[in-house]
């Protein structure tokens, strides 16, 4: 099936450690983007790729970075993690325009 | 960005109708209303939408008020499966985004 997939499905970094959290979708989907959901709260997106064009959401941290070397496969790079950026990353694609968002599993950061 | 007000949560009884409700009285005339509900441990999980005549789809019914200020979900025959947290999100015409209010907590009773 096609589907969105999320690795790993856990992952756990130290205070100030890059971590990378990867994505890749086998939809052929245009967009695709990077949600942050913190517990007991809804998904926040943090900034969509449409085919290469990378559109970030304003109060997105600088600390917060993504890749998208081709169609299939996004990143999400976190530089320096803070403990308050342990939540669930959620990745999603879509086609372009006002169509359904499939999302993945989603990444659950932990930060020590 | 439309504002959404949606009941914190909602009780139903396994195999009865389920009607959620959500006012969107700040929505543009071009956006549409999404549907999406989010599992215990999943990630969001599109349910429907729709733009100004109700939809039906295999999982859901979307009924879109007349003047576009409010939608319900219906869910024709509640399961176990159904609990989750729904959230009622409008999306601009060309947009892709989808910005999550609070959404409502389902619960469904055997």
């Known amino acids: 099936d096609a589907m969105v997939i999320q690795n790993p499905r856990y992952q756990v970094t130290q205070f100030g450690k890059p971590v990378t959290l990867s994505c890749s979708q086998t939809?052929?989907?245009?967009?695709m983007y990077w949600y942050q959901q913190k517990s007991s709260q809804a998904p926040k997106l943090l900034f969509h790729?449409?085919?290469?064009?990378?559109?970030n959401e304003a109060d997105t941290p600088d600390n917060f970075q993504s890749r998208r070397p081709n169609t299939s496969f996004c990143f999400l790079d976190i530089r320096s993690p803070g403990l308050g950026d342990a939540a669930m990353y959620l990745c999603?694609?879509?086609?372009?325009?006002?169509?359904?968002?499939?999302f993945g599993p989603g990444t659950r950061l932990t930060v020590t | 960005d439309a504002k959404t007000t949606q009941p914190n949560s909602m009780e139903s009884n396994e195999e009865e109708p389920v009607h959620l409700p959500c006012n969107h009285s700040?929505?543009?005339?071009?956006?549409?209303i999404h549907w999406y509900r989010q599992l215990p441990s999943q990630g969001p999980e599109y349910v429907i939408h729709?733009?100004?005549s109700n939809v039906n789809n295999r999982m859901a019914s979307l009924a879109i008020a007349e003047d576009r200020k409010s939608s319900t979900l219906i869910l024709h025959r509640a399961t176990l499966r159904d609990a989750a947290v729904y959230y009622c999100?409008?999306?601009?015409?060309?947009?892709?985004?989808?910005?999550f209010g609070a959404g409502t907590i389902l619960r469904v009773k055997s």
């Open positions: 700040t929505i543009s005339g071009t956006d549409y």
């Open positions: 939809l052929n989907h245009n967009v």
């Open positions: 790729y449409y085919d290469k064009d990378f559109n």
């Open positions: 999603a694609t879509s086609r372009p325009g006002p169509y359904e968002q499939y």
């Open positions: 729709g733009l100004t």
């Open positions: 999100i409008p999306t601009m015409e060309y947009g892709n985004k989808l910005v």
